[in-house]
């Protein structure tokens, strides 16, 4: 069973974002880039099973401009086999990722898609259910937990909710999007860099894959969130209880 994997190239966490002056987006010009946090906890999912003797192959994707492939290299260095680079120099919104998404699972014909549940850039959390629903594939998103059975061909995913955890048995194939709880991801060691440069990225454009690009959304503008207030120092408990009942009117 091949496994695919979906991940994203987005600003690094630890970097502090900013906005564009003409609030048309965020600044991205000489700014740390490296994937997605949620997308190399998918990543490492598959890898392991692989590793357990559950899949045959891991295949990393990703669409985005050629430095895309600098991130495809870190998933090649994690433990993927190899990867497929879909060049488009503009701005992907979910469905269009989908569409492409779709049209590299009708090629590869992978036993199970993998994404992170969302990405730290948009925060959209949308790609996992519309590829879901254009493969009409069974779904567990914020998965937490995944078992798959070889036999039986399904794969049991523990996923996250507001009220706990919810179990589901999902035949496959299937998409699961990766929780944080999901695994820790591994480092890739140096050894495993030097191996990734050799490996296979093969790239691929909307227009082979027969996907026509185009966006129902418009981005109005990009703004900060406001400045928090400074805080006020108290001299009694009898003060605090009067200002949140009377100013901030939380009691």
Request: proline share 5%; charged share 30%; net charge neutral.
């Amino acid at each position: 069973m091949k496994v695919m994997v979906a991940i994203k190239r987005v600003i690094d966490y630890a970097v502090k974002i900013r906005v564009k002056p003409d609030k048309s987006g965020v600044e991205t010009t000489n700014v740390k880039m490296s994937m997605n946090p949620f997308c190399e906890i998918a990543l490492e999912e598959a890898i392991r099973t692989k590793e357990s003797g559950l899949a045959s192959e891991v295949i990393a994707v990703s669409m985005g401009p050629t430095q895309v492939v600098d991130t495809l290299r870190t998933g090649l260095a994690m433990g993927a086999d190899r990867a497929i680079h879909v060049d488009y120099p503009g701005t992907l919104y979910p469905l269009s990722v989908a569409k492409i998404l779709k049209a590299l699972v009708d090629i590869e014909k992978p036993g199970l898609l993998f994404l992170g549940k969302q990405a730290i850039d948009d925060d959209c959390n949308q790609t996992g259910q519309m590829i879901a629903g254009l493969l009409k594939w069974p779904q567990g998103t914020f998965a937490s937990k995944v078992v798959l059975d070889k036999e039986k061909q399904t794969a049991v995913v523990d996923r996250e909710v507001d009220g706990g955890l919810e179990t589901l048995c999902l035949d496959l194939p299937a998409v699961i999007t990766a929780d944080l709880r999901l695994n820790q991801p591994r480092y890739a060691t140096l050894p495993n860099i030097m191996k990734a440069k050799s490996k296979v990225i093969k790239k691929l454009t909307p227009e082979e894959l027969k996907v026509e690009i185009k966006s129902d959304i418009e981005v109005v503008q990009v703004t900060e969130p406001p400045k928090r207030k400074a805080g006020v120092m108290v001299s009694s408990v009898d003060e605090l209880i009067d200002k949140l009942k009377n100013e901030s009117r939380v009691i």
